[in-house]
């Protein structure tokens, strides 16, 4: 009964390579995020989507895209991976925005080699 | 620069002690909250403190909010082993995207 969940936990690729990660929250929650953190434990919000809604899009290169099939999942793919890349990265969901406390996943340690 | 700003960045205490970390801002905010991060792990919620309070308890954690000084604090008592993570502040701006911004936390370590 995982509150909000993330595949895989681990993933290590090669520059280059096209990956996906991915999200699940079974909370009834309408908003979902992702986060990178860095290997300074800097946690920063990429994407945000309310109601599968596009909301907060930040300075992330276009090699990101997030994908929102239904208010329970939130996908992130990344094509052409590059070293700058490898980090955590964190799923979380609320209900709500920014008012409001966020669950975390236990984040995908990804590695590009 | 980031919202949140936690001081100190490492903290080393003897289980049993307070620990108190210390969360500085910049805007006007809606609510401040604090998270806990095992090593390896997500984050957990810890507390919430709205804009309109100044402190809050919960268990063994008591956060006090100055919005005049724009900073936080956060008191853990009578320390244990298990209290050992990162902590982290996280602001909700009052105006602005629907985003949390959080700080670059405080490493706690409680020595047995």
Redesign the interface.
Known sequence: DTA?SQTPKYLVTQMGNDKSIKCEQNLGHD?M?WYKQDS??????MF?Y?NKEL??NETVPNRFSPKSPDKAHLNLHINSLELGDSAVY?C?SSQG???????????TRLTVT | SQQGEEDPQALSIQEGENATMNCSYKTSINNLQWYRQNSGRGLVHLILIRSNEREKHSGRLRVTLDTSKKSSSLLITASRAADTASYFCATGPIQGAQKLVFGQGTRLTINP
């Open positions: 909000v908003t995020y300074k434990k800097f946690l920063k919000i945000s309310n909301i907060i964190f979380a925005g920014r008012a409001y406390e966020q669950y975390f996943g236990p984040g």
